[in-house]
């Protein structure tokens, strides 16, 4: 019999407004998955569980009382422990902020608050996001639930973990370099990247910059869609979430949620292992070519095609490292002890880099952009490998080598889905079965600008396409072995960068 905390968000979400699930019901068997399986990987970091039981029994008494429901109502959910939630720890993965607890909740989770979910707690992160290896020295590692000593990526991967392991139906995430993509293919579930500004930020420091977005993470594309549609707004918080005068177009919008019925075969796929420049390691090529052959019956047309992405790797370098130094160059020059080596790293390449090696990041930015442009004339959709590797052991901080060719940094192997976000295109990452080491494969699926109900429409097709392909079809971590398995805090360098 499926437990409550493993039914997906819909048909959860379904069950509570036909009176047939109650919030407080959902809610324990969450918990209780956490309790059972947490110590096994380290997802979620800082429980809320007074205030969301309170929650759920408000949420089940608006039930029982006939008033209206959001589109979220008692839903559990996990928050990224890089978004602020009042009365709730949140450290950003930093000893610098080990202790702190916000007054108030930032916009999105306010939003998804606003829609009936609930807040569960936090799910892990790397310090400050960087690096897709979710370790810190507050927290510690998280594993991949489908062999605890191997990476769940990052920078979303306790979000990632907590949703595989059934913690929680929906959760949430954030992307530079991928943090929603990557660590969704490395533990077997949804995460998707919307298009610049459809979710408000905050707190982003270059307020015009398109590189980092908030976006939801599921275990399925409905699901995400769903998550979507509550988190989209047109805040003027954030530059980006522009607004038309007199008229709203974001927040609960229709054509996100659920996703529109699109039939695949009127579809024109490009595919490509590598977008011309990713190192992506033969294993996982192989195994994209399979899923590419899989798939080919499905689409009107597939032929192996990229944009030209030349430049690509040196634009978003010096782009990402100006970010990170306006943010954490005083940490470093004041606290360099509280520093992690991917922080410092970051901030030194910053301060190499000239305000000539700026103008010439954002030109060839917009080359790149326009150049997409012209490629998606010809191409509706775009599929890629999520992410370059296999999921290696989390002890490594990042891969410095792919197939015994060096990286060019230690972010390098995520170039699969910074290729995309330095254009600000929409993708998300589908699970598609396991690669040829039992680890979960992820797709990225590619839309056009603006694409983001065509996305989730093509991605939500695939995987009804695909369900009742074992090969094909979300794989699931063994949660028996899971309860059974030791802490992941007795392994060495849990808390500590090795």
């Not at 709203?248 to 996100?256: A, T, W």
Request: glycine share 10%.
């Amino acid at each position: 019999m499926t437990e409550p905390c493993d039914l997906s968000a819909v048909e959860a979400r379904r069950l509570i407004g036909t009176r047939k699930l109650s919030p407080v019901e959902l809610l324990d068997s969450c918990l209780g998955r956490i309790a059972a399986v947490n110590h096994a990987v380290n997802a979620m970091v800082a429980l809320d569980e007074d205030r969301a039981r309170a929650a759920a029994k408000n949420a089940e008494a608006a039930v029982m009382s006939g008033q209206k429901l959001g589109p979220l109502h008692g839903l559990p959910i996990g928050i990224k422990d890089l978004e602020e939630t009042a009365g709730l720890r949140t450290t950003w993965g930093s000893p610098i902020f080990k202790d702190h607890v916000p007054t108030k909740d930032e916009a999105m989770v306010a939003n998804i608050r606003k829609a009936g979910a609930i807040v569960i707690g936090k799910t892990n992160t790397p310090e400050f996001g960087a690096g897709a290896n979710t370790r810190n020295t507050v927290y510690g590692a998280t594993g991949n639930p489908f062999d605890s000593t191997r990476s769940a990526a990052g920078s979303s991967g306790g979000s990632a973990v907590a949703l595989a392991c059934g913690m929680a139906p929906i959760c949430s995430g954030s992307d530079t370099g991928g943090s929603l993509r990557n660590p969704a293919a490395f533990n077997g579930i949804v995460g998707y990247r919307p298009s610049p500004g459809l979710v408000p930020a905050e707190r982003r420091g270059h307020g015009w910059s398109a590189l980092p977005v908030l976006g939801p993470m599921a275990r399925n594309a409905t699901d995400a869609a769903l998550l979507l549609s509550a988190m989209a707004d047109d805040d003027a918080v954030d530059p980006l979430a522009y607004t038309l005068p007199g008229r709203r177009v974001r927040g609960g919008d229709r054509d996100l949620f659920p996703p529109m019925a699109l039939d695949l075969g009127t579809l024109r796929v490009a595919a490509t292992p590598d977008f011309g420049i990713a190192p992506t390691e033969r294993h996982i090529r192989d195994v994209f070519a399979s899923r590419v052959a899989a798939l080919t019956p499905l689409f009107g047309r597939v032929e192996a095609a990229t944009p030209d992405c030349r430049g690509t790797d040196e634009a978003f370098e010096v782009l990402r490292a100006a970010s990170f130094l306006s943010a954490h160059a005083e940490k470093v020059r004041t606290r360099p002890q509280d520093c992690g080596p991917n922080i410092i790293a970051n901030v030194e390449e910053g301060l190499r880099y000239s305000l000539a090696d700026y103008a010439r990041a954002a030109s060839e930015q917009t080359r790149l952009y326009r150049g997409w442009q012209h490629f998606f004339r010809d191409h509706d959709i775009l599929i890629s490998p999520a992410i370059t590797i296999s999921p290696r052991p989390w002890t490594e901080l990042y891969p410095a080598e792919i197939d015994g060719q060096p990286t060019r940094t230690y972010f390098h192997w995520l170039s699969l889905a910074y290729a995309v976000t330095l254009v600000g295109h929409p993708a998300i990452s589908l699970p598609l079965g396991l690669d040829k080491a039992g680890m979960p494969f992820g797709l990225q699926i590619v839309g056009p600008r603006g694409g983001d109900a065509l996305v989730m429409a093509v991605a939500a097709a695939i995987e009804a396409a695909v369900a009742g392909d074992p090969a094909l079809r979300r794989p699931v971590p063994d949660i028996a072995a899971l309860r059974a398995a030791p802490p992941i805090s007795g392994m060495a360098h849990f808390r500590t960068w090795g």
